[in-house]
């Protein structure tokens, strides 16, 4: 599967992506979160390319992707990385997604929904909240902890990070793998401590999916505000993944399938009755 990866000349940066799957399906779209990569996702191209078109991509600064040319964390924003995939689904002539974001890739996504929201056919996030309000002050403090540690011992700072984000051995191991790959890409961490976008929660007119992994702390000390944001639209709802983190797919890739597959599907025939009508 991943001797498939290919790359992509942008305007800033050349990207590497994989996509699998026969054309004329719909595509559907994964993007990690900060510190990952492509390879996060093989599992969902080898289930889910049988019926889709599966695209995935790593972010700029990530995987075999190239750094921006602007190495600091102003190379590294939401907005750049969002424009980095709007330039290679243009170049792949795609015009509709159901998009997956994990972590700071769910919050590309709503930047990507504010920007071209007809791109979207479904928007699906996990390990992401719609809105965090840290101080200035502690956004600062992580960045400067990323820079410190990783300067002086990055393989025991990624080691610390990949336990952190799983309760499984052998998925902390598959972590390790995607987080050691990591290039300058982490600076995005310092883009994505202050920000809300329930009120695109509230007024989405697709298919809206939140997966909730059990043991994704971090993220669940910070959902309050999106689960009201998702009561308040009939097009939102969110699902809890038992025994999962914040790699949800990777814990257990088996059930997040499922639910992927069974969201995308139903999505679908919803499409083709109103088509109909």
Do not use: W
């Not at 002539?93 to 479904?122: D, M, R, T, V």
């Not at 336990?163 to 883009?191: A, C, M, P, V, W």
Request: glycine residues 6%; proline residues 1%.
């Amino acid at each position: 599967m991943l001797e498939k990866i290919q790359r992509f000349n942008g305007s800033e940066v050349e990207l590497e992506y994989l996509l699998t799957g026969e054309e004329n399906v719909e595509t559907i779209i994964f993007v990690h979160g900060a510190g990952s990569n492509l390879r996060q996702f093989k599992l969902q191209h080898e289930y889910l390319s049988k019926e889709f078109r599966v695209l995935s991509i790593s972010l700029r600064g990530h995987g075999d992707s190239s750094n921006s040319l602007d190495n600091t964390s102003k190379g590294y924003t939401l907005e750049k990385n969002r424009d980095d995939i709007l330039e290679l689904l243009e170049y792949l002539k795609i015009e509709k997604i159901h998009y997956i974001g994990n972590s700071a890739g769910g919050l590309i996504g709503y930047e990507l929904i504010i920007k071209k929201p007809q791109l979207f056919s479904s928007f699906i996030t996990f390990g992401t909240t719609a809105e965090l309000k840290l101080s200035k002050f502690v956004v600062n403090l992580i960045s400067q902890i990323d820079r410190v540690m990783l300067r002086i011992n990055p393989k025991s700072y990624y080691e610390f990070m990949s336990k952190h984000s799983s309760k499984y051995n052998n998925i902390q191991k598959e972590i390790y793998d995607l987080l050691i790959r990591t290039k300058k890409g982490i600076l995005i961490r310092r883009n994505i401590g202050n920000y809300s976008y329930t009120n695109i929660i509230e007024k989405i007119n697709i298919p809206f999916l939140v997966i909730k992994g059990e043991f994704d702390n971090d993220i669940n000390n910070n959902l309050k505000t999106t689960i009201e944001a998702i009561n308040n639209n009939n097009n939102a709802s969110i699902i809890k993944l038992e025994g999962a983190g914040h790699f949800a797919n990777l814990d257990k890739f088996e059930e997040f399938n499922r639910i992927i597959g069974e969201f995308i599907k139903s999505v679908s025939v919803c499409k083709e009755n109103k088509h109909n009508l």
